[in-house]
């Protein structure tokens, strides 16, 4: 945290109009919900005006989202994965996004900034798909400003008990993203099953 304080004490807003959508592209730097959160701690003391503060934070996360979503969208899956790995884009994480989004749909695009190593690759993966931009844009932006509002309502709702509050949301969501990878396994299990019952000469005894 004390990176995210000094930039914060030298740029203000524009840590959150330009550090949120480098977060989302998926470059090393301090990670979107903590940086929000404490936005909202900002403001609870009145360094930061909220709507302001709001307004910087879904501007940059819109930012970032789009510019993924182009990527994904006009240069496609062979040139991340050849290229992935200087942008921190590293192929299992893709492969996470990529089953997880073919479970449960457009609304991932929602629901996937609260899961860590889900949150940087959703647009990507939406754009290398061909989701329709309006679509995304719908989810995606809709997401978003529930991400926002959210992590910047913590640290502005509960002040200075806003690192207490903020650690027990984040475990909550570890919780659920360990439940959901375990979901996503036995789906995966009870697939794989399912064809090899259908291949010639496959017994039910023989999966066992």
């Not at 840590?15 to 609870?44: F, K, Q, R, W």
């Not at 299992?92 to 991932?108: A, D, F, P, R």
Request: glycine share 10%; net charge positive.
């Amino acid at each position: 945290m004390e990176i995210v304080e000094r930039l914060f004490a030298q740029y203000g807003y524009l840590v959150l109009l330009i550090g949120l959508p480098m977060e989302l592209i998926a470059l090393p730097i301090p990670p979107g919900n903590s940086t929000l959160a404490y936005t909202g701690y900002l403001s609870y003391n009145n360094v930061l005006d909220l709507l302001p503060a709001l307004a910087a934070a879904y501007s940059g996360s819109v930012l970032g989202i789009t510019t993924t979503y182009w990527i994904g969208n006009k240069l496609g899956m062979p040139l991340i994965e050849k290229y992935g790995k200087w942008l921190f884009l590293k192929p299992k994480y893709l492969k996470k996004t990529k089953i997880t989004y073919e479970k449960y749909g457009n609304k991932m695009l929602v629901f996937g900034f609260f899961l860590p190593g889900v949150r940087q690759f959703n647009s990507y993966f939406a754009g290398i798909i061909h989701v329709p931009y309006r679509t995304f844009a719908l989810y995606a932006y809709t997401g978003s400003a529930l991400w926002v509002s959210i992590f910047i309502g913590i640290g502005y709702v509960f002040g200075n008990q806003w690192q207490l509050v903020f650690t027990w949301v984040e475990h909550f969501l570890k919780f659920i993203l360990i439940i959901l990878c375990c979901t996503i396994a036995i789906f995966l299990l009870l697939k794989w099953r399912s064809r090899l019952r259908k291949r010639p000469g496959i017994h039910e005894g023989e999966l066992k």
